[in-house]
């Protein structure tokens, strides 16, 4: 490959300049033997188009290497135990200081994670009522770790700091009480064989199975639900109660003997042990959440509950707004509030203390106020939050970290922000930069990259067409680089020109809608069009949609209810608190709802592009169609590298293998049998049109679509594949390297492949994460074409150009939290941008 021609980079008349970052000979992923300088102490902006390299030069060559230098300083043993990144394929990297990465990556899936831990201002809360709380007469000083609930000291020990309890009882285990046993009122019990085998049981055991359950005396309900007994008893399967009794009697053989287990104990057996995530969630329906009657969902024991702070307990504080704490705090913070001035006079040094731990946090908080994150509460669970939401958080800790000289690679930092909430995210970067650190952001915002010090363009193009360094430098340099296609958004865009909007072909009407922030709202979407919802971030959007809309279209199709957002333990999820919401009107127009998010499209470097989206099925059909493979009596499974047939035996189909290195994390290297080429050696004979399987798994959609010009299937598909933006992928790349938009696209890809029928509702929750404005106009092409078609397109969205596109606009607010949750103004973009009570009205600039 030839090296591409360098570059000039203004006002870089040295190579060893002071105060840059030099950059030499970076080939991570596609990058090709990049050369770049970038300043410190400085805001520097990675741009282009999806795929072309921007993450693979700030995340995967610098913010890698910083880490890497980082733990060679870190003693060996320790080494072992630390998960770190690679090392990055580079010639040299000078001048680059320590690094900090705020990714978009979830954290912990789990509840007992939230915005007080992430954030630590939950340690300084516990100190404060630790050592500045009132607490009842008598009352022995607790230590502050009694007030966290993930402690022994401080979890509630009726429901183990989880604030619920999950019980198991007659109303869960039998819904319908009006069925018989042999009608299977015991819901809660295995189906099929299993289940069977429970009733036969109970007829030998004298119990009535063909009276409703409603009608059975409660001695005999309890026993067959709760009882810990399990006798074996003879069975006669297929006989009558009647012939049963007559076979006791006679003593006849039994089919054979059975051992009874109470449906409470089945459940709760079932849950624990099972490693079937299908049992673990069929068995979770039969189990009862409530919130605890000890600690009433607080999640702490009695003891740290009795004390307080401004009248109040831990708990409550931990319900508030963030703002609401701040509020409350302001005083303490200030010296003024009247409970500290008694203080100061009876226990002076406890005041001191008090004053302290308040300013500190009034501190932090107004922090995370400034980044529009006032509306969330310390107990908010982190499964709960956008990803965008988490890394404000996670910036927020790092502004009051007053850390020096450091590095902070960030990764689109305005993900999932309003316009209005954009301006507060640039004062806490200028905010960190002010303290003499770097800032390396990769963004597709076009207000972030105009408040750059210094822009790096990567592209052209995406994927091989792509990682070449454009232009870096100062942002108006950018104006004379006609290849970038960031140039023109930046430079040139005007603002965009509202078509005719089309006419709605109906309404779907909501009405009392309840969750979260929504308290009885009545919402009108619009049918046959493309509506567009807005409002700032925590203004109720996504609870609004992808949520209750979701779960009401999803109910009345009769499909399976949305698999819930949160990852981790099914019991340790948190709780909806108020649902309710009705559809009035318009259901009769859908027939089909598709809801295409962000969440990977596979866990596991197994699963990738072409099995997701099913080319890789008619790819293998092909290849055992082959007359060389049909002679081996290969069928299409032999061409699957999950399968033992045909993959390699060394890597078992993986393509790589872990090296152990004694002191060294592990390293994964090629497969030494297959080179990575995951198949055996005898399926990699088999050639169509010149190519193997693992050749064809290789290509780049765009490379795949020339070949297989002759299969109208498989062109079709990869041609979709294209038109969202996807070209430079390749087909066999593993799901775990696709971030969460592309991930996104290609769900719309395999949806867009099916034969359209109209009368199909979409929803996206803000589908243009993660896309340049160049890939965002693909995928409102795409977008349109589905209205076209008949059908109905609903989208969360931030991006103004989006909004301005759209037939119907719909903005929440007027702010977040319990600010927000009302519709502020309905109608055609042109109507919002009029609107004077809607804060997205000012930026929805039209032509």
Request: glycine letters at 8%.
């Amino acid at each position: 490959m030839s090296r591409p021609r360098r570059l000039h980079i203004p006002g870089s008349s040295s190579n060893t300049r002071a105060g840059f970052v030099r950059v030499r000979g970076a080939r991570e992923h596609n990058l090709k033997h990049v050369d770049v300088d970038l300043p410190r102490d400085a805001l520097v902006v990675f741009t282009g188009v999806s795929g072309s390299g921007k993450s693979s030069l700030a995340f995967g060559t610098l913010y890698a290497e910083a880490q890497r230098r980082y733990f060679e300083s870190v003693a060996p043993y320790a080494r072992r135990l630390i998960d770190q990144a690679g090392i990055p394929e580079v010639d040299s990297i000078e001048g680059l200081p320590p690094a900090v990465a705020l990714q978009q990556h979830r954290g912990a899936p789990t509840t007992r994670s939230s915005v007080g831990s992430v954030t630590t201002l939950s340690n300084s809360l516990r100190l404060l009522y630790s050592r500045a709380g009132t607490y009842p007469p008598n009352q022995p000083h607790l230590d502050s770790d009694a007030f966290s609930p993930n402690t022994p000291a401080g979890a509630c020990p009726n429901c183990h700091g989880l604030g619920r309890v999950y019980e198991v009882t007659e109303r869960s285990l039998v819904p319908d009480d009006s069925l018989t046993i042999r009608e299977r009122a015991v819901a809660g019990w295995p189906p099929a064989w299993h289940g069977q085998n429970l009733r036969d049981i109970l007829v030998t055991l004298g119990y009535d199975v063909d009276t409703p359950w409603r009608d059975l005396p409660k001695k005999d309900r309890d026993w067959i639900l709760f009882t810990d007994e399990q006798p074996t008893v003879p069975v006669y399967a297929g006989f009558t109660p009647a012939e049963t009794r007559q076979a006791l009697k006679r003593k006849t053989a039994p089919s054979y003997m059975g051992t009874f287990t109470s449906a409470r104990k089945y459940v709760l057996q079932a849950f624990a042990t099972t490693q079937s995530p299908l049992i673990k969630k069929r068995v979770s329906r039969y189990m009862e959440s409530g919130e605890c009657r000890v600690c009433h969902g607080k999640r702490l024991r009695t003891e740290s509950l009795s004390v307080t702070f401004a009248g109040l307990d831990y708990g409550e504080l931990s319900r508030l707004p963030l703002k609401r704490v701040a509020t409350l705090l302001q005083p303490y913070a200030e010296g003024t509030a009247s409970a500290l001035k008694k203080l100061t006079r009876e226990h002076p040094e406890k005041a001191l203390v008090t004053e302290r731990i308040a300013r500190d946090l009034v501190e932090r908080l107004d922090v995370l106020l400034e980044l529009g994150l006032g509306y969330l509460s310390l107990e908010r669970a982190t499964p709960t939050l956008s990803p965008g939401e988490l890394q404000r958080l996670r910036l927020a800790t790092q502004v009051r970290s007053n850390l020096f000289g450091v590095v902070y690679v960030l990764d689109e930092p305005s993900a999932g922000l309003h316009p209005a909430d954009t301006q507060a995210l640039l004062k806490a970067l200028d905010s960190l930069k002010g303290s003499g650190n770097s800032l390396f952001v990769v963004e597709h915002e076009v207000d972030v990259i105009r408040h750059a010090d210094w822009v790096i363009d990567v592209g052209p193009a995406a994927g091989e067409q792509g990682g070449q360094i454009l232009y870096s430098g100062p942002l108006d340099g950018l104006k004379d680089v006609e290849v970038s296609q960031t140039r023109r958004y930046l430079f040139e865009a005007e603002a965009p020109r509202p078509r005719p909007p089309r006419a709605p072909k109906g309404w779907l009407r909501l009405r009392g809608v309840s969750r979260n922030n929504l308290n009885g709202l009545s919402a009108d979407f619009p049918l046959g069009v493309f509506t567009t919802v807005t409002g700032i971030s925590g203004s109720g959007k996504s609870s609004l949609v992808s949520q209750v809309l979701v779960e009401l279209v999803a109910a009345h199709l009769g499909h399976e209810p949305p698999e819930d957002e949160e990852e981790g333990e099914l019991l340790e999820r948190s709780e909806v608190v108020t649902t309710g919401g009705r559809i009035t009107e318009g259901l009769e127009d859908i027939h089909r709802m598709v809801r295409v998010d962000q969440k990977p499209i596979g866990r596991t470097p197994r699963s990738n592009l072409a099995t997701y989206t099913g080319l890789f099925d008619h790819v293998r059909k092909l290849f055992a169609a082959t007359p060389a493979a049909k002679s081996r009596k290969y069928d299409a499974g032999r061409f699957s590298f999950n399968v033992a047939k045909g993959r390699c035996e060394t890597c078992e189909g993986e393509g790589f293998v872990s090296v152990e290195l004694l002191f060294l994390p592990s390293v994964y290297a090629p497969c030494p049998t297959c080179h990575g080429a995951r198949y055996n050696a005898k399926t990699l004979e088999i050639r169509y049109r010149g190519k193997n399987i693992a050749d064809v798994l290789g290509m780049t959609v765009d490379a795949a679509h020339a070949f297989f010009t002759e299969e109208p299937h498989v062109h079709r598909a990869l041609g979709v594949l294209r038109e969202v933006g996807l070209g430079y992928l390749r087909l066999g790349q593993p799901a775990t390297e696709l971030s969460g938009g592309e991930a996104q696209r290609i769900k719309l890809a395999t949806e867009l492949q099916r034969t359209q029928r109209g009368h199909s509702l979409y929803v996206l929750d803000e589908p243009t994460t993660g896309l340049h404005p160049a890939d965002v106009d693909k995928l409102m092409a795409q977008l349109d074409g589905l209205v076209e078609a008949g059908n109905t397109v609903i989208l969360v969205e931030h991006d103004m150009r989006v909004v301005a596109a759209s037939d119907w606009v719909i903005d929440l607010g007027p702010g977040a939290g319990d600010e927000g949750g009302h519709i502020v103004a309905a109608g055609t973009p042109a109507q919002i941008a009029a609107s004077s009570k809607s804060r997205t009205a000012p930026f929805l600039a039209l032509g």
